[in-house]
C-alpha cells in the first residue's frame, strides 16, 4: 500500500514533461578534433585514397584522353566517342593503363594530404569546429604538401593512360625514358598548374563537404550514428562534384603539361599556364577548357562519397582503438 500511495503520489506532483517550442531543435555536439595520432590520420588518408583512385581508374583514363589535344586515337570530346575508341584500340586493359602508377602514387599522397589538412585544421581552426575559412586554409595546406608527393607519379599515369604498349611497357620503363629524354623536372613540370587547380578546389571541397556534413547531421541528430555513412558520402559527393567543375580548365591545363609529347600530344617551350592556355584557345577556343568536365564530374562525385566514408570510417575504427586502449589502462 505504502508503494502504491508513493506512486500515486509521484504520478500526481507537479513535475511533468515541459513542451518545447516549435522551432526547439537538439543541440549536435561536434568534437572540434578527432582526438587521433598522426599516424593514424595517415593511414586512414592512405586508405582512403588508394580506394578512391581504383575504384574511379576508368573514368580517370577516358577524362585524361578526352583533355589531351591530338592525342590518339582521340579526335572528339564525346565521353561516349571516347571510351568507345579506347575499348577499340586496346580493349578493356586500356581503361586501367597506369594504374600500378596510381596505386604507387595515391598511398603516399593521401597519407600526406589527410593528415597535414587534420593537423592545420586543428592549428587555424581555434577550437570552433564550424570554422569555414579554417577548413578553406587547410585544405590549400594539404594540397600543396600532397601534391609535391604525388605530381611525378600522376605525370607517369597519365603518359601511361595515353600511350601504347610501344611507348612504355610500364611504371618503371616511363619513369626510366623520361628521365633519360626529358630530365627529372619533367615529373614537375605541372606542379604549379596542379597547385593552382588544387588549391581552390580543396579549398571548395572541404569547405562544402564540412558545412554538409554539420547540415545534414543537423536534420536528424537522432539518427547520426545509423546514417554516418550516408551522411559523409553525400557530403563528400556534392562537395567533390562542385569543385570539379569550378576547376575543370586548369585541369586541362595540368593534363596537357604531364602529356606533352606523347602521342601527338603538343609540346610547350615553358611550363607557362597561360602559353598552354593560349594553344587551347587556337584549337579549340573556349570549349576547350572545359574538355573532360563530365567525366571529371562523374569521377569526383563518387570518388570524393568513396574517399570521405572510407577516410570516416578508419577515423572511426581507430577512435574505437583509442578509447578501449584508454578504458584498459
Same mark, same amino acid.
Given at each position: 500500500?505504502? &508503494? ?8 500526481? !506532483? ?35 585514397? +588508394? *580506394? ?9 583514363? *577516358? ?52 593528415? *597535414?589538412?587534420?593537423? +592545420? @585544421? ?36 597519365? /603518359? ?5 604498349? =610501344?611507348?612504355?611497357?610500364? *611504371?618503371?620503363?616511363?619513369? @626510366?625514358?623520361? #628521365? ?11 606542379? /604549379? ?21 554539420? $547540415? ?37 591545363? @595540368? ?7 606523347? +602521342? $601527338?600530344?603538343?609540346?610547350? @617551350? !615553358? ?7 593560349? &594553344?587551347?584557345?587556337?584549337?579549340? $577556343?573556349?570549349?576547350? #577548357? ?19 566514408? &572510407?577516410?570516416?570510417? =578508419? ?13 584498459? &589502462?
Amino acid at each position: 500500500m505504502a &508503494t502504491e500511495a508513493t506512486t500515486t503520489n509521484f504520478q500526481n !506532483s507537479d513535475f511533468r514533461p515541459v513542451p518545447q517550442p516549435p522551432d526547439f531543435h537538439p543541440e549536435v555536439i561536434v568534437s572540434p578534433h578527432d582526438a587521433l595520432h598522426f599516424w593514424q590520420f595517415m593511414i586512414a588518408g592512405s586508405v582512403a585514397g +588508394c *580506394v578512391e583512385h581504383m575504384a574511379m581508374f576508368p573514368v580517370d583514363t *577516358v577524362k585524361t584522353h578526352m583533355q589531351a589535344l591530338g592525342s590518339c586515337p582521340i579526335k572528339s570530346v564525346g565521353v561516349r566517342h571516347a571510351l568507345r575508341s579506347i575499348l577499340k584500340s586496346e580493349g578493356l586493359p586500356g581503361l586501367y593503363r597506369g594504374i600500378g602508377a596510381m596505386g604507387l602514387g595515391a598511398g603516399p599522397a593521401h597519407a600526406v594530404y589527410f593528415s *597535414v589538412y587534420e593537423v +592545420c @585544421k586543428k592549428y587555424f581552426s581555434g577550437e570552433n569546429p564550424n570554422n569555414s575559412a579554417a577548413h578553406a586554409v587547410s585544405g590549400v595546406c594539404a594540397t600543396v604538401a600532397s601534391d609535391a608527393v604525388f605530381t611525378p607519379m600522376d605525370t607517369v599515369k597519365q /603518359r601511361l593512360q595515353l600511350g601504347n604498349s =610501344a611507348a612504355y611497357r610500364g *611504371v618503371f620503363d616511363c619513369v @626510366k625514358k623520361v #628521365l633519360k629524354e626529358e630530365g627529372f623536372g619533367a615529373f614537375y613540370a605541372s606542379y /604549379r598548374t596542379t597547385v593552382l587547380m588544387n588549391a581552390p578546389y580543396t579549398a571548395v571541397h572541404f569547405t562544402t563537404y564540412e558545412a554538409l556534413k554539420r $547540415g545534414l547531421i543537423e536534420i536528424s541528430p537522432e539518427s547520426v550514428s545509423d546514417e554516418r555513412v550516408i551522411v559523409h558520402a553525400t557530403a563528400g559527393a556534392l562537395a567533390g562534384a562542385s569543385a570539379a567543375v569550378i576547376t575543370t580548365p586548369l585541369d586541362v591545363v @595540368k593534363t596537357q603539361l604531364q602529356c606533352q609529347g606523347v +602521342c $601527338g600530344c603538343d609540346r610547350f @617551350k !615553358s611550363s607557362s599556364i597561360g602559353d598552354v592556355v593560349k &594553344t587551347i584557345m587556337r584549337k579549340d $577556343g573556349y570549349k576547350g #577548357l572545359m574538355r573532360g568536365w563530365i567525366p571529371r564530374t562523374l569521377f569526383h562525385a563518387p570518388a570524393a562519397a568513396i574517399c570521405w566514408s &572510407t577516410y570516416e570510417a =578508419a577515423k572511426a575504427f581507430f577512435q574505437e582503438i583509442n578509447a578501449s586502449s584508454e578504458s584498459g &589502462t
